[in-house]
Structures are given as C-alpha cells and as structure tokens.
C-alpha cells in the first residue's frame, strides 16, 4: 500500500481483514490428494493422484523431504504448490517423507535415511511407474540425503537429481561461520550432552531456529503485514509459511550428533566424502545429470555454500548450477519460482526424460477373476507358474542421455525472465 492508500488500497485491505477474520485466512491450505503406496519406519511413500481427464505421461518424479521439515514444503498451498505444478502437468509425482520423530527414535542414524529410506522409496517409486528411471528432487538435507544415496548406490534407477538449497560447505552460512572456531577448539561436550538427554533436537528449538535464520524479518514483519494489507497473495503466502513453521519435527538424536559433528564441526561434505554406516560414500561417484539451486537471498544455504557441491561431481553426465529468485524456501515454493525454479525444473526434466515410446510399460496385470470349477482354477495356477519361470526379469529403462553435455553453458539460457548472469559467471571461471 501508499503510504497515503488510494480508495482501491484501502477497499482490498478491508476485504481482506473481513475475510480473514470471518474464514481464518486467505491461503488455500488444501493438501493435493494422494495415497500410500508403501510405508515402514520413518518412511512413508505417497503417490500424488493424477488429475481427471489427465494421463501421467514421462518418468515419474520423487520428492525427498528434508529431517525435521514438514512435507508440505513441496506442497505449501493452491497456486504456490510443486506437487500442485507437477500433477497439472500429467507428471507422475511421488514424495517420501519421514512421519513424526519422538524421543524412542534417538538412536536412528543418518544412515537410515541414505541407506534405507531414500533407495527403497527410489525402487518403489520406480516399480510402481512401471520400471521407469526417476527423477530425485531434494530440498535443503533432503538434497544432501539424495545426493549421498545417488552416490552410494550407482545402481538405483535414477533419471536425473536434482539439488535445491543444500549446502555443501557449512563454513560459507552466516549462522555457522561465527561459531566453527570455537567449535574446532572444543570437543562439543556440552553440546553432546545436551541432545543426548533431550534425545536429539526437540520440535521448539527447531522452529525457533527456522524462524531466527529469517533474521531481521521477524521484527521487520508486523509492518511489513501492514505495508502489505492489500495483497492478498503476500498474505497468503506468509499464511502458508507460518504453517510451514509451527510443523517442524523433531530431529533424531543420533542423526543430530552426526550432523553436528561431521558436517557442522569438521565440515566433511566440503571434501565431498562422509563417513556413513562405516563406509565412505563420495558424491564424485553421481554418475546421473545434477541440476543445483541456490537462492539469491538464502540465509540458510547461501549461494556459495550450494555452490561448493558443484566441482565435486566429475563423475556427473552433466551438472548445471541456477542461481534463481528467493531465500531457503521461497526459492522452492515461494511466488517467483513459479517463474523461475519450477521453469528450469520442467526443462532438465524433459531434457532427461525417457519418451515414451521407448519406456518400459510392464505394470503389474491384474488378478484374473476366478474360474468357477477347481479344475479350471488348478489349471490356471499351473499355467502362471510355469509362466512366471520362464518370464525374464523386466528391463529398466536407461534416462535419455545420449545427447553429450554441454559443460560450457553452465547456468546458461538468456531467455530466462530471471536472472541468471552470476550462473554464467562460473562457468567462465571453472
């Protein structure tokens, strides 16, 4: 609004005031439908429904939650939603996330995750779109769990992986850089038995440290709010995030101890190898093309923390660095990424994207109705059997990746409504 509101300002304000008031908010919260597919501990795979008269077309798409982050980052609300962007396209799209993480899950390990729940969801997701290669999408430590499993499991069926917002190297975040020296002069204890007898991070602590990282922000908001009375999008998209906040998880206790050891204290993924399950994983042994993110105004995971992940990957077909409009979650679901992140998104997708004609369409047949004589029945188990012997195992489709990478063009595409000229920056400095 002006700071003399004009009579339109002034009408649009009020409307949203009484709408607010009278309905509790002006975001459309409604979570897009979906189903179970498969579940186990600290693991729960969604299929999102396709639309009606909509036929999911192109190798499906898995969305790895982060630890503690509530999965409805992918899915903040109506209009500002990835699950929603992907679904409207006829995209198959899956999420994995984690349920909610409580003081008996202490000891669960980082490598729950990297070696258990990422893979098995990538295998399901991919069994279940009929044997098709998947593309991984994480946000955040969503993005670092992708990229370790990519890394420790070259055998996975993955389409392509896609990093957004994670940061590599903990030494470039503000939050962090102050404090790694007094951290390297000490063993930690303190720390260490602080969430050993909390069991880890507790929910408050973890939104509390969301809402800091916003910094100036939080004072900055109430008038922010008022300066934007009349936008009813702005509102609903602080709505949206707030909600976002107030369901941060817990984190586990051990998971914790390792991230605040290896990759807080000693910085371990700057080197591109962390220890996990006691074996090195090393993201040089990505073989898939890798599309990372970083956010312009990112508090969390500024843009050369991300960054750093980059030279990392020489085994990668192709890896493109995008720096685009937003901060740690605006840059994924925020209003410019629908301009932005979700356009180059659609273009890496499509670019490694298996055709059709060409992809494995073996789903599993339906149970046949049953006969109504015992002979007839006994005769058709025989027959399947025998079948089933001879049938050779299905065949996994390979991404589209016979078109050689173009290394020179890193970040690179002027036709883009956003900036992107620091990305071709570094392609001129590597």
């Known amino acids: 609004m002006d700071l003399i509101p004009k009579p339109d300002q002034v009408a649009a304000a009020a409307s949203n005031v009484a709408h607010k008031v009278l309905y509790g908010g002006l975001a459309d919260l409604r979570p897009m439908p979906r189903t179970l597919i498969d579940d186990g501990p ?20 898995l ?45 669960i390990g980082l490598e729950h995750w990297v070696d258990g729940v990422v893979p098995e969801a990538i295998k399901t997701v991919s069994e279940h779109a009929g044997g098709r290669p998947v593309h991984v999408i994480g946000w955040s430590l969503g993005g670092i769990f992708a990229a370790l499993a990519a890394a420790d499991g070259p055998q996975l069926p993955i389409a392509s992986l896609t990093v957004v917002g994670s940061p590599f190297d903990v030494g470039q975040v503000p939050m962090v850089a102050p404090i790694r ?35 100036t922000k939080i004072i900055t908001k109430p008038l922010a709010m008022l300066q934007h009375l009349d936008d ?28 605040y050891h290896r990759m807080l204290k ?33 508090g969390i995971a500024p843009i050369r923390s991300v960054q750093a992940l980059v030279p990392l990957l020489t085994g990668a077909h192709e890896v493109r660095f995008e720096i685009v409009p937003g901060g740690h979650l605006g840059m994924l679901t925020g209003r410019a990424a629908r301009t932005s992140t979700w356009l180059v998104m659609d273009e890496w997708i499509e670019q490694y994207s298996t055709p059709d004609d060409r992809a494995s369409t073996s789903r599993p047949r339906k149970r046949a109705a049953k006969k109504t004589t015992a002979k007839k029945t006994a005769a058709k188990k025989t027959a399947a059997k025998t079948a089933a012997r001879k049938k050779p195992a299905p065949k996994v489709a ?33």
Not at 48 to 57: A, I, S, V
């Open 398 to 430: 390979k991404p589209a990746t016979d078109v050689a990478p173009d290394r020179s063009a890193i970040g690179s595409n002027p036709d883009r409504r956003f900036a992107s000229a620091s990305s071709r920056n570094l392609a001129r400095k590597s």
């Open 63 to 107: 969305l790895v939650t982060p630890l503690a982050a509530p999965a409805i980052c992918y899915d903040l609300r109506r209009g500002c939603s990835l699950v929603e962007h992907f679904v409207q396209q006829g995209r198959s799209t899956y999420l994995v996330e984690y349920g909610e993480v409580s003081f008996k899950n202490r000891a």
């Open 232 to 259: 009813s999008e702005w509102l609903a998209q602080i709505e949206a995030v707030d909600r976002f906040t107030a369901n941060m998880h817990a984190y586990p206790g051990r998971s914790f101890g390792q991230l």
């Open 42 to 61: 600290l693991r729960e795979v969604y299929h999102y429904r396709p639309q009606k008269k909509t036929r999911e077309t192109g190798d499906p798409i």
């Open 266 to 298: 000693a910085n371990q993924l700057l080197s591109g190898k962390v220890t996990i399950s006691d074996h090195e994983i090393d993201v040089a042994n990505i073989k898939v093309p890798v599309l990372v993110f970083g956010g312009n105004t990112d």
């Open 181 to 215: 020296p007094i951290l390297k002069l000490t063993d930690g204890g303190i720390v260490t038995q602080l969430y050993r007898m909390l069991g880890g991070a507790p929910k408050p602590l973890v939104r509390q440290a969301f809402r800091l990282s916003s910094g």
